[in-house]
């Protein structure tokens, strides 16, 4: 198994890493509510650890989660969902490094919905290119291609999408188990209030299963567009 957590190799070992292939993740989620059993750092864990996941197919390596996110269920007890040109700015300044220190390939992967924080990261990652070509031409220098992805655009069954219901609460009962109190459903009052009632039906095998058949086709995804150049 490939060590692709960035926080968890050397110096050396990065330098190394990049040589073997010029890719790196960057995984950005929320801390936002999600009803009575999930825990509010969902949409990031999930992020990071599919990012680890594909990487450990893919190579490259992997950015420590970014849990600082924009949009959603604000006002609810646990959210701590920041402005808009603030994320932006943050994951701009990401890029900018990552480029600086010789990245071919930053592949940020957003695990928050609604996809207004994807819009915006597409937005400033196709404004970003278009700047760095405009002055790579005067420097004759190759520039990082920047691609923002969505582990929910690769679920392998329906439905692909929702808060808090069947598709979140058995991604989260495999990968941390945990952290998930499903009795909660049956003894809060108001149990299913901002989330979807689906998740009642949520099981860690329909989780596996989810999880790891995103984690093929993305892995799959990446391969085709940076293979391609
Ligand atoms: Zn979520």
Redesign the pocket.
Known sequence: MRRVKFEERTAEEIAAARAERSLVYVPI??L?F?GCH?PVG??TM?AHAFCVAVAEKTGGVVLPPTYWGTQ?HEGWEGSMLLKEDVVVALMRNVVEVLAAMGYEWIIIVT???PDVQGVLLREMAEEWMAEAKAEGKAEGKAKAKVLVMDPFAVQPIEPVLD??GLV?TSLMLHLRGDLVDMARLRTKEDAFKGVAESCVDATRKEGKVRFEGSVERLAAKVEEVVGKG
Do not use: F, I
């Open positions: 989620g929320s936002e999600h999930l969902l949409d999930h959603g695990g928050h919905h808060h808090g979140e």
